[in-house]
């Protein structure tokens, strides 16, 4: 069985446009995009950060019986920016909550492989590839396999057999030749 060549990106909103972009040059070609993983230091942080903002959000719906439960008085701040305006505070916590947690999964990456071996790393570079930069080994993979002539905007580019995958993991900006 031929091993199916493979382009992975490791981003998010990239990996979409990327896709897109590598569609229109590759029509049959798979691609799939992934997360790129956390270190395993924000892990615990993200989740920390979860627990507290659904504890804040708890506070906010029902602090009052919550007090009330332990046998305490309701704190100062509570009753005067709590309790009087609960709509706004739970959106408070929701929101600062996600922005806070949103801020600590963003690793930055979008990393490119392709047939298994990494075309391109936003973490080692800096900055976002350029068309050119992805398309080059897979028109050198078809090139290889099917000759022909490849690239360049010929419009003649060999076919990609079915079954042969690309996955692509982050996403592309849209527009232009540099994709960021």
Do not use: C
């Not at 230091?41 to 950060?49: C, I, M």
Request: aromatic share 10%; no cysteine; hydrophobic share 45%.
């Amino acid at each position: 069985m031929a091993s199916v060549p493979s382009a992975s990106m490791l981003s998010s909103t990239a990996a979409a446009n990327a896709a897109s972009v590598l569609y229109s040059f590759f029509p049959t070609l798979e691609v799939a995009g992934t997360p790129f993983p956390l270190p395993a230091w924000k892990r615990p942080l993200v989740l920390a950060v979860q627990a507290a903002q659904m504890g804040g959000l708890a506070l906010v719906v029902a602090g009052d019986h919550i007090f009330r439960q332990l046998g305490v008085a309701p704190p100062g701040w509570y009753t005067s920016h709590v309790a009087g305006n609960r709509f706004g505070a739970g959106m408070g916590v929701w929101f600062v909550g996600n922005l806070v947690t949103t801020n600590l999964q963003n690793t930055g990456a979008f990393e490119v492989y392709f047939d298994g071996r990494l075309v391109f790393s936003k973490l080692a570079e800096g900055r976002m590839p350029t068309l050119p930069e992805l398309l080059a080994p897979m028109d050198a993979y078809f090139f290889e396999r099917k000759g022909g002539e490849v690239g360049g905007g010929h419009g003649r580019r060999p076919a990609v057999a079915a079954g042969q995958a690309a996955t692509l993991k982050g996403p592309l900006p849209a527009g232009g030749d540099s994709l960021d």
